[in-house]
């Protein structure tokens, strides 16, 4: 499995920006997908996941409240939509799939490779 990633950028901290991953293979089965993060000295961490048709959306409680992940049932790709931005959102940010949700919250799925946000005060 291949995932593409993109949105990253450069934004000041209360800003907003939108991360898409989407799954470049041949024949795309059902897949639930997600995103990791990691700063620079620090390990990668969970950030948030949602299971393949979309209905159920997992978090870490660090971006509770300020990030949403959606895709349009089972469609390609995956969104990211962060909002409310803060320095320490700091990190690159790797996209994850696997058959099941539990694959992307282990982190034991296929990662992308990754696209950088910076969050500046």
């Known amino acids: 499995v291949q995932l593409v990633e993109s949105g990253g950028g450069l934004v000041q901290a209360g800003g907003s920006l939108r991360l898409s991953c989407a799954v470049t293979?041949?024949?795309?089965?059902?897949?639930?997908m997600g995103w990791f993060r990691q700063a620079p000295e620090n390990e990668r961490e969970f950030v948030a996941a949602i299971n393949w048709s979309g209905g159920s959306t997992y978090y870490a409680d660090s971006v509770k409240g300020r990030f949403t992940i959606s895709r349009d049932n089972g469609k390609n790709p995956v969104y990211l939509q962060m909002n409310s931005l803060k320095p320490e959102d700091t990190a690159e940010y790797y996209c994850v799939a696997d058959p099941v949700v539990q694959g992307v919250v282990s982190g034991t799925g296929s990662w992308g490779q990754g696209t950088q946000v910076t969050v500046s005060s």
């Open positions: 293979e041949r024949t795309f089965g059902n897949y639930a």
